[in-house]
């Protein structure tokens, strides 16, 4: 068994701290002159093997400037990781939880030893400001901690409770599954990324591992800590590429055994849809495990403490220029309290500054042109259906440079059943709904048909209880903000079209990629 300390998770940076904010800086410029312009191959069988053609990583605030680039791998190189990954499995899953809960551990070591320069990496690549990056540092940090502990708990014959039987011995065991994908999304590059491969590890599978193509370089930095961290060849497989080509071919592949998926409704429903034909010489049916987008809404009721409101308003809205599957991208407001919530919401989101993440400002370019384009369409689509409040330009440019960026945009007394209301924009767009009164607010939070974060702001004890049973969302906040979900403390994943609510981050997590055997001795 592991000797370690009961899990904590990470504290966060306070960047109000003048030497906090010169130590960022020192590890934007050590970023800047060693790992900008870095390329990495891919890495199949612990072997670094480069492609013919390569993708690259582009600045969202300065589109001039190329942060790096990865290999491009082919359906060939993806053959080859799935054929080397079932060969380490021959040996990866016969090595004790605990054994393998220490490269995690390790891996987490050298993560926090390098918290700094993985932040840094993704205020370049993806446009992160200083503290958006540090808690997801953080979160990957905690990932690799909480998961590690977990897989105690699935150890050995017995692992899990069964009724006692005269004469016979009865006994349950969890067993890894065998070779799985993981697809992550560009959002949360490195803790997402990170606990998606971490997970299936650590209870004794082997994982190939397709990053974003946006965030190639900050996966192959926390790649090679995996690596360092004592992981044998074979067991993770790095393998940037485009997902409708690699992504593909391994999702329909017959020796996937499971898919593990983060991002977007419409790949994750295509995914679920391919893996579920089975192929020839298929043996098993692929276990698959999604979580998708989110059109989350946080309701204001008459009796709730403005000012905390707003708070939570402003920061779950814009963090990350929305980008988040758990932003608040509904603001639902009952009517008597409607003006002056609104009002301060507009001065308070006015006020962000837009800039770089470099230059730590709370609202940067949003990450790509084909996530700035289809922003700027759903601000023209809610200038058609709503009253614009604050924002709605694209300027596309900042202090002299090309970026994607995006004002802060709000739209008020937007009709429910909007457009701008109902779909995921995905950016810092927010569509802000008046209600009658709190059983309206209620229907209106429950209209669309993901699921997943959700805010109620009230004093009313008995209409929080009525929102814990009737809100339909996995993570359900009440008077803060609905994003910023914490590893073991707050488990993530949600309901309806948001996903399996697999719940990343929780007690259960590492048991979908586990089977169970029950297995008796009569004696
Ligand atoms: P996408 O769905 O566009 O991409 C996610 C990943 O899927 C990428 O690695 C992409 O590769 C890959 N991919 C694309 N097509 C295929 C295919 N046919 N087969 C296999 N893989 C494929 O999402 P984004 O990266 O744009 O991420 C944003 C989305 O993620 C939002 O909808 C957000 O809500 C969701 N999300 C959900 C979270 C949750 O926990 N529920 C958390 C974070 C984000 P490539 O880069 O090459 O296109």
């Known amino acids: 068994m592991l000797k370690i300390q009961e899990y904590r998770p990470e504290s966060f940076i306070d960047f109000t701290q003048a030497d906090n904010v010169a130590a960022y800086q020192a590890a934007l410029k050590k970023v800047r002159a060693e790992l900008v312009g870095k390329h990495y191959p891919l890495i199949i069988d612990g072997v670094r093997v480069d492609t013919a053609e390569k993708l690259e990583s582009i600045n969202p605030c300065d589109t001039s400037e190329i942060v790096g680039s990865t290999a491009k791998a082919t359906v060939d190189d993806a053959q080859k990781a799935l054929d080397g990954a079932w060969k380490a499995f021959e040996s990866w899953k016969k090595w004790t939880p605990d054994a ?119 996966a192959g930095f926390v790649t090679d800590i995996m690596l360092e961290a004592g992981l044998p060849a074979g067991v993770l497989q790095f393998l940037p590429g485009v997902g ?48 998708l987008g989110g059109k989350d809404g946080m309701i204001v009721d008459e009796t709730a403490d403005i000012e905390t409101a707003v708070t939570a308003a402003v920061q779950g809205a814009f963090g990350f220029n929305g980008q988040k599957c758990s932003a608040m991208s509904r603001l639902i407001v009952v009517d008597s309290v409607y003006e002056e919530v609104v009002g301060q919401f507009v001065e308070r989101a006015g006020k962000l500054r837009v800039g770089t993440g470099e230059d730590n400002a709370n609202v940067t370019a949003v990450v790509n042109e084909e996530s700035f384009e289809k922003i700027g369409k759903y601000i023209g689509i809610g200038k058609g259906e709503a009253k614009l409040l604050l924002g709605g330009e694209t300027p596309g440019e900042h202090g002299g440079k090309r970026g994607y960026y995006v004002q802060p945009t709000i739209f008020g007394d937007v009709p429910a059943d909007a457009r701008i209301a109902q779909e995921e924009i995905f950016g ?59 590893v073991g403390v707050q488990p993530f994943g949600g309901y309806n079209m948001s996903g399996t609510d697999s719940k990343a981050g929780g007690p259960d997590y590492l048991a979908n990629f586990m089977q169970l055997k029950t297995v008796t001795e009569r004696w």
């Open 100 to 218: 393998r809960a220490r490269i995690l551990l390790k891996a987490s070591a050298l993560l926090k030893a390098r918290r700094l320069e993985a932040c840094a990496l993704m205020s370049i690549e993806v446009g992160k400001n200083y503290a958006e990056a540090d808690v997801e540092v953080a979160e990957a940090i905690d990932f690799l901690e909480y998961y590690a502990r977990t897989a105690m708990k699935y150890s050995g014959f017995g692992a899990a409770d069964t009724t006692w039987y005269e004469g016979e011995e009865n006994g349950l065991m969890f067993m890894p599954i065998g070779v799985g994908v993981s697809i992550s999304p560009w959002n949360f590059p490195c803790a997402i990324y990170l606990g998606m491969l971490a997970a299936p590890i650590v209870a004794g599978n082997c994982v190939i591992a397709k990053p974003a193509e946006d965030s190639g370089l900050i």
């Open 244 to 291: 409708e080509e690699v992504g593909e071919y391994l999702t329909t592949h017959a020796k996937t055994r499971f898919i593990t998926f983060t991002g977007s409704r419409g790949v994750g429903l295509h995914i679920n849809e391919v893996a579920a034909k089975v192929q020839p010489t298929q043996k098993w049916i692929k276990k698959v495990i999604l979580e």
């Open 428 to 486: 810092p767009v927010i569509s802000v709904i008046r209600a009658r009164d709190w059983d309206h607010a209620l229907d209106i939070a429950n209209t669309t048909e993901y699921g997943l974060t959700g805010g109620v702001c009230s004093r009313d004890r008995a209409r929080l209880e009525q929102a814990r049973h009737e809100f339909e969302a996995g993570n359900l906040y009440f008077n803060r903000k609905i994003t910023g979900a914490i």
